[in-house]
């Protein structure tokens, strides 16, 4: 037991949603059901109904969390050798449906309700119903990601908003009513999976619908700073969480995160982990030995200087949430569009814009990742948690942000785990990122001359530290690009405390006391 329920997310109204369904009876999975529904209405620019999701549950007495993979797979009709012969080297980003997969995220809510589920899923999405029906005020974020849309076909509601505006659905909502009411089939064999296959004139069929994009899969885990931190396999990059922390904990890392010690081994432990990025993550990757060497990819580090590593190389819509109740059930959970608003296109029946998660593929003939027929991509998202050696919770953590969210992370871990920081002290402090690219997506894949970027505010000595051991840095704004990241953390007499992060400025935490 703990003292309180916890809903940690980007939105008070979303955190509003979880916290009632936990004071009306319902688990922490319900709340991140009713709650992640609740988010594809308020904020379409971050996460949809045409998009993903991932979820690690820790249930109390249980020594392995349970890990949720609701990726979508590419459809029946996908077609690498057509996209190469029209001179393209890297799948397209934008206005071009070849990049969007059969979205997972409805077969992820019943899955999660399913095996963890405890209220009925029409009470469960009847708040975000009736919001996508009745109404919310614009936040600013959304305006401002809305200004981006003008002009796209089905995004009209969404253009030429002022924060505090009222948006309303109805379409939306419509579409979660069919879920209500015809389960997953009401989705992916109604309206919207109809106008999914008329849209894509041959790249998904009924079948690719019927199908269901969600399953259950064994997560993976390091011990790290005297825990085990656990995140979800591939194809989720979520391996580069858990190989970064191992290895800084083979390393002196300091206590104070202001050295610049502290900033430059987390540092060279992301890149450690990652540089080989491309070859090694795709569906059904085993990364064990991976996990296994960081011994010896930590011992390439030195205090002194920036490591060479081959690497290739010479922001994202997502949104996390973290919700826990009052019986200590933890769900880590993390939906996304990939990109903002994903593709930029919107199923014309009901509106729903679809990811861009296909950018996660590439077109080398031959490659594992290589975009093919029923393949899921290589995916950013990483849900994490943290249990003590005697399997009870301490940690539940996640960030958006792209190719950054497993760096994010690690340094949020760190700060928490290492350095004894409270969650709110470490979701405010300022960050640092390897280069994303220009799109978000681009870490482990492009030539920067920038190698690491420093959040507005970040100590002054890592700028100095990182650029007197060989890395070429730059200040990037505050807030713009380093996440929103939430924490909910249980000390060892049951009391939980949570920290929704300042940089989605609606960032909220909802509490449910027993």
Request: proline share 6%.
């Amino acid at each position: 037991m703990v003292d309180q329920g916890v809903v940690c997310s980007i939105d008070p109204l979303v955190s509003g949603i979880g916290r009632e369904v936990l004071e009306s009876g319902g688990n922490a999975a319900d709340a991140a059901i009713a709650a992640g529904a609740a988010l594809t209405v308020v904020a379409p620019h971050l996460c949809g109904l045409g998009g993903d999701l991932f979820a690690l549950v820790h249930v109390p007495g249980q020594a392995v969390p349970t890990s949720l993979n609701a990726s979508g797979r590419a459809g029946s009709g996908a077609d690498p050798a057509g996209l190469r012969a029209e001179g393209h080297t890297a799948m397209p980003f934008r206005n071009d449906l070849r990049s969007s997969t059969v979205p997972g995220c409805v077969d992820g809510w019943f899955a999660l309700h399913e095996r963890h589920g405890s209220l009925p899923m029409p009470q469960l999405l009847a708040p975000a119903i009736a919001l996508a029906s009745s109404g919310w005020p614009a936040t600013a974020m959304l305006a401002k990601a809305g200004a981006n849309l003008a002009g796209v076909a089905g995004a009209e509601d969404l253009v030429g908003l002022e924060a505090g505006a009222t948006v309303r659905r109805e379409r939306t909502a419509a579409a979660l009513r069919a879920i209500a009411e015809g389960g997953r089939d009401g989705f992916y064999l109604g309206d919207f999976g109809q106008g999914l296959i008329e849209l894509g004139a041959g790249l998904f069929n009924e079948a690719d619908l019927a199908a269901s994009h969600a399953n259950w899969e064994e997560p993976l885990s390091v011990e790290a700073f005297g825990h085990r931190v656990w995140s979800a396999g591939p194809n989720s990059q979520g391996y580069l969480l858990l190989l970064a922390l191992a290895i800084a904990d083979r390393l002196e890392l300091p206590v104070d995160a202001g050295d610049p010690l502290w900033a430059h081994y987390l540092v060279e432990a992301s890149r450690q982990a990652g540089y080989d990025r491309p070859e090694r993550l795709f569906e059904g990757a085993n990364v064990s030995d991976l996990l296994a060497a960081a011994g010896e990819r930590a011992a390439r580090i030195s205090a002194d200087r920036k490591a060479e590593v081959p690497v290739r190389q010479a922001a994202g819509g997502t949104t996390y949430m973290a919700v826990l109740d009052g019986n200590g059930m933890g769900v880590s959970y993390i939906q996304s569009n990939a990109a903002g608003f994903g593709t930029w296109l919107f199923e014309p029946r009901t509106g729903i814009g679809l990811q861009n998660r296909g950018t996660g593929f590439n077109l080398e003939p031959g490659h594992p990742a290589e975009f093919g027929p029923g393949k899921r991509p290589p995916h950013t998202l990483v849900p994490a948690l943290v249990t003590r050696a005697d399997g009870s919770l301490r940690l539940v953590a996640g960030s958006m942000g792209g190719d950054s969210q497993p760096q994010i992370v690690a340094q949020l871990i760190a700060r928490v785990l290492h350095g004894g920081e409270s969650v709110e002290s470490a979701v405010g402090a300022a960050r640092w990122r390897l280069h994303p690219g220009e799109t978000g997506f681009g870490t482990w894949t492009g030539q920067y001359e920038i190698d690491v970027e420093l959040e507005g505010g970040s100590p002054e000595a890592w700028a100095v530290g990182l650029g007197e051991r060989g890395f070429a840095v730059r200040d990037a704004e505050a807030g713009s690009g380093f996440g929103h990241a939430h924490l909910i953390e249980v000390d060892e007499d049951g009391r939980a405390q949570g920290a929704a992060d300042p940089r989605a400025e609606t960032g909220t935490v909802a509490l449910a006391p027993n």
